[in-house]
């Protein structure tokens, strides 16, 4: 065994050693000592993707190589300054991510032209983001977590990364299959999982498993894959993931699922998205699993140089038996979310084109939003929502727009940071030499614009137009708006 290889590692690969070879094993142990790649994904509705990633990578001094199974996705291999400090990376520009953890949305196809989306264990939110992106925001997303702590969390990257056509929800997962049968077109099941990936990094170092606690896990697994597929159309498609190689995890899930529901969904193959990518087990110890298993995805870090994954997209082809039960429900009126009447509606789009020279009224239309007030807070709520999930408590839904305060709207910070490359008014720029003080939260003393100052909201930009958020013009200073959390 390699010195310095973390213990978990070497008991982990004593379990493979009658599938992988004894040259894959001293492989796996040799990329042990090379750094993981940092993989980034560009945000589609904050920029072009294309020029984004040439002028970070000028910007920072990175490195990049395209993710070849991803879109809008790059490695950074090497960099000159850290991603994550970036004001880019603050203000949900790209979302740092494993490439391996692309796969799973990459694997599913989206129909057209508004689908029906489920994440049935989305925090902290990074695959829910390229739910959105894969969409272009234009499906909409039931975000479920059934941790409440883990909510806070997706929340934020949802929020951060300009989403609107999501709900945030907090069940159990395994019970959504008997109140919502045959209704989403599309689903993604990242199942939680011992982690048992061959690759640890700092954060997610590696830990040696039991095999009662595998088997804990399976069994909540196989609860989870059989709610998805209970709650899955026909016709449609289940993409279930892991970032487990434990064939008990995976392989195992998917078998015990098929001989509990013969003939209600198939494997379909998707080996021939990317040659570093390897079929699925048929077999492991003394288990044989279904031939068709061989149509899954194994990701062995030795072959991809990323980290452990496993995936496998599933077709539901008839329907399961489930026992409809009523979901839990909430008076609407609770949410003291009211339709946006006429009036206001013509006046918020009126003063957004007026302002920003944006037409809010065609964001509306293709995206199926409708707009929602509460007190003096105005919200952009996902129609699909309101027919189909209307008395499902949420903890979080769509984007606020603003406040609209004596019939004046002050857009939020999520509004400005979402739709700004599209503003062809309501702008200033700043100099080179204060993006450093704007970013770090001072307000610019005596701003160099045109505009007279009236305590108007502005998209505030640099020379190179990065989109750095919303600032309020005063006489002699451009007051920072930024959010603390982004400072």
């Not at 000028?58 to 395209?66: F, L, N, Q, S, V």
């Not at 032209?113 to 959105?132: N, V, Y």
């Not at 995805?297 to 329907?319: D, N, V």
Request: aromatic fraction near 8%; hydrophobic fraction near 35%.
């Amino acid at each position: 065994m390699a010195e310095n290889t973390p213990q978990g590692i070497n008991e982990s690969l004593k379990r493979f050693s009658k599938i992988l070879t004894e040259l894959e094993i001293h492989q796996i142990h040799s990329i042990q000592q090379t750094p993981l790649p940092i993989g980034v994904r560009i945000n589609p509705l904050k920029s072009n993707p294309q020029a984004a990633i040439q002028a970070l990578a000028a910007r920072y001094g990175w490195e990049t190589k395209p993710v070849p199974f991803c879109e809008n996705a790059w490695t950074i291999e090497r960099a000159s300054f850290p991603p994550g400090r970036t004001i880019e990376h603050r203000m949900g520009q790209f979302y740092l991510q494993d490439a391996a953890s692309m796969v799973p949305v990459c694997l599913l196809d989206f129909p057209e032209p508004h689908p029906l989306i489920l994440d049935m264990a989305a925090s902290p939110g990074g695959k829910t983001t390229h739910l959105i992106d894969r969409t272009l925001d234009q499906g909409f997303i039931l975000a479920n977590d059934a941790s409440q702590s883990r909510i806070p969390a997706l929340r934020s990257v949802l929020s951060n990364w300009g989403g609107i056509n999501i709900a945030v929800t907090n069940f159990p997962g395994e019970l959504l299959g008997d109140w919502f049968p045959d209704t989403f077109d599309v689903i993604l099941l990242d199942a939680p999982c011992s982690m048992e990936n061959l690759r640890p990094t700092p954060s997610h170092p590696l830990r040696e498993t039991t095999p009662s606690e595998r088997l804990r896990l399976q069994s909540r697994q196989e609860q989870l894959l059989r709610s998805g597929l209970k709650t899955l159309k026909i016709g449609g498609h289940l993409v279930y993931a892991t970032c487990s190689l434990a064939p008990e995890e995976n392989e195992a899930v998917i078998d015990k699922t098929i001989k509990s529901f013969p003939g209600t969904f198939v494997i379909e193959d998707v080996t021939d998205k990317h040659s570093i990518f390897s079929p699925g087990l048929t077999a492991f110890t003394s288990q044989n699993y279904d031939p068709s298993l061989i149509h899954s995805l194994r990701l062995w870090p030795h072959l991809t140089g990323m980290s452990g994954f496993f995936c496998a997209r599933l077709k539901k082809i008839s329907q399961i038996p489930s026992l409809p039960e009523t979901s839990p429900s909430r008076d609407f009126s609770l949410t003291h979310l009211e339709p946006a009447t006429p009036h206001q509606q013509n006046q918020i789009l009126e003063q957004i084109s007026t302002n920003y020279g944006f037409d809010m009224g065609k964001i509306l239309i293709e995206h199926q939003l409708a707009l929602f007030t509460r007190h003096e807070k105005v919200f952009l709520i996902p129609t699909i929502y309101l027919d189909n999930f209307l008395t499902l408590p949420f903890e979080y839904i769509g984007m606020q727009v603003g406040d609209w305060i004596e019939e004046s709207l002050q857009p939020s910070h999520e509004f400005i940071s979402r739709f700004g490359k599209d503003f062809t008014r309501g702008i200033i720029q700043i100099d080179k030499s204060q993006v450093d003080q704007w970013i770090s939260g001072r307000d610019i003393r005596h701003p160099q614009t045109n505009l007279t100052p009236q305590g108007q909201y502005l998209l505030v930009v640099d020379s190179a137009e990065r989109n750095l958020g919303i600032g309020k013009l005063l006489p002699k200073r451009l007051r920072n708006m930024l959010p603390r959390g982004l400072i």
